[in-house]
């Protein structure tokens, strides 16, 4: 049985709070903007607290279930509220509240938590006061006591027999006041379904909002960086666990949301994309069991094979290719490269990418060349047949640039070949762009590669998993593709066209003008 861990500080019960205060860490006012705080519920307490901290100057979040936050169950306290500000002079204290408070409770309640509440119980008053509660008040202007629910003494501070209305009157309206001057945002009609913890703290909040509403998941298979534990053993996430994990969150949505958007840059299975002897189409079937959930559109970048969206036709399926972020990035890093047949060439490293380099050759205005390879099929190594070698196709490459473009760099190796036969031909620099950046064997024979001269550049994009060891490396460039699904799921979200951005030649004209121009990029 798990134990509960209520997070009670260490100590003598009446130095525990006061310590643990002491013990924390303070925020600088300068950094409060920076921080978001997440209140679940609009009661007395949450609303009370959610005004409070923003007007300390936090971004807050309050979170409500019902249409307004103008129902709780504070209300029933309209016998007044307790504390220990001994206003009659009856020798009340913090340990006499909190002993009666204990003791009313029947013993049962958390000894530490009552002694703090009876230790804030007068800022809890001053606080009730400052948000405007009418509490009764004696003939010289002090607040009224009495004794009330069995209290030795006068501690109990009333406003009529409206108390606990009167109380959440008082918070709801500074509440208000913060959402107004919007330094707290409000979410009505929203119910917390779970806790997001990381490393122990509580770092978000899993809500139930989606009815009528859009839904877009974006899911990276590749990201093998997330692990859990088994049996002791601690496991990588492989795609087939993120593919179920999308499955799990489709299903948990269960068919409340207007419309649900699957986002997966690195299409799962796409390489199993055609049968072979007796083979599992898992890809075809991925995309029929996300459809047959209630997904409407898949969008996906560079799929492998785009043909495999005849599985899913009367859904919608968008492959995208990366071409005007590989060309914005290559001529940041290369300011001497001249757009023209004579210096630049785009290569395909196979028969199958002939369409995205044919695409980034004619919107540079440049040759194509292409490798083939040949295989030996009268063996198989590793399940497949072996590369006995590349063959060229294509004008002649000395002294030009090269680019070469495909979809993914696994191993790295056809690359790493492909490059040692354009230099074997000499050619200039090598820029090798790739949409899917895996290194499954590591970056070793990249970094040997690169010392050896083989190539100038590696450009991957970053809507795959990217380890810090390659970021680091300073023959890498990522191009970054966040601002371009933003503006996809912003046009999805208002049902707008997307072909637009689905060709980006006008914007890669417009990047070789300010290129040519001599302009920053």
Known sequence: MAKLDSKIPAGPLAEKWSKHKADIKVVSP??????????????????????????LGYNVKVFCISDSPRRAHSIAAQGGINAAKNYQNDNDSVYRLFYDTIKGGDYRAREANVYRLAEVSNLIIDQCVAQGVPFAREYGGLLANRSFGGAQVSRTFYARGQTGQQLLLGAYSVLNKEIAAGTVKSYPRHEMLDIVIEDGEAKGIINESVRGDDIYILLDVCNYSLTYSLCGYTNHMSPDDHFQDLKRVIAAIGGKARRINVIMPFLYESRQHKRSGRESLDCALGLQELTAM??????????HD???QNAIPLHGFETIQPAYQFIKN????????????DHLMVISPDEGGMGRAIYMANNLGVDMGMFYKRRDYSTIIDGRNP?????FLGADVKGKDMIIIDDMISSGESMLEVAKLLKDREARNIYMCSTFGLFTSGLEKFDKAYEEGLFTKVLTTNVVYQTPE??????????????????IIDKLNHDASISGLLDPAD????????FKNHEKI
């Open 30 to 55: 300068a950094n409060k903007r920076k921080l978001d705080i997440i209140v679940i519920g609009t009661g007395l307490g949450g609303a009370s607290a959610a005004a409070s901290l923003g007007d």
């Open 294 to 303: 209630g997904v409407e559109n898949i969008i996906t970048f560079d799929a």
């Open 306 to 308: 785009p043909r495999v």
């Open 330 to 341: 290559i001529l940041r890093n290369a300011p001497d490269m001249k757009l023209d047949k």
């Open 387 to 391: 590369i006995v070698a590349h063959e």
């Open 470 to 487: 390659l970021l680091s490396r300073k023959y890498y460039i990522s191009c970054d593709l966040s601002k371009y699904i933003a503006l």
């Open 507 to 514: 914007r890669i004209q417009k990047v070789i003008k300010k």
